[in-house]
C-alpha cells in the first residue's frame, strides 16, 4: 500500500505544555486534555516527560487552542510551539526516542 502524500496529510502544529505535578500519568494528562473542547478529536499526545509534554493539533485547531493554552486550563499551559517536532523538544530538553527499526 502506498504512502499517503505529505501534501494530503494536513498541516499540523507542535504544541510544548508545561504539567503540573499533580498530573502524574500520560492517561491522566489525556483524561485532562480530552476534556478541553476547543482540542476536538484530532489531537495526539506524543511525549510526556516529568512535568512536560508534546502534543500535535491540527493546523486549523491550533489557531483556536492557541489563546486558551496559553492561558492554561486545570495547570496545563502552553510553553511553546512549532511546526516542527524537533523545535519544541530542543526547547523543553526532551529527548527524542530512539528510532524503531
Known amino acids: 500500500m502506498a504512502k499517503i502524500r505529505k501534501a494530503a496529510r494536513g498541516k499540523h502544529r507542535w504544541v510544548g505544555l508545561s504539567i503540573p505535578k499533580e498530573i502524574a500519568s500520560r492517561e491522566e494528562l489525556e483524561a485532562v486534555l480530552c476534556e478541553i473542547a476547543v482540542l476536538g478529536d484530532d489531537w495526539r499526545l506524543y511525549d510526556f516527560v516529568d512535568v512536560n509534554a508534546i502534543l500535535r493539533l491540527p493546523l486549523a485547531v491550533y489557531i483556536e ?10 495547570g496545563i499551559t502552553s510553553v511553546t510551539a ?15 526516542p530512539p528510532r524503531r527499526r
Open 65 to 74: 487552542a492557541r489563546p486558551i493554552l496559553e492561558a492554561g486550563v486545570d
Open 82 to 96: 512549532s511546526g516542527k517536532i524537533r523545535l519544541v523538544r530542543e526547547r523543553l530538553g526532551i529527548k527524542s
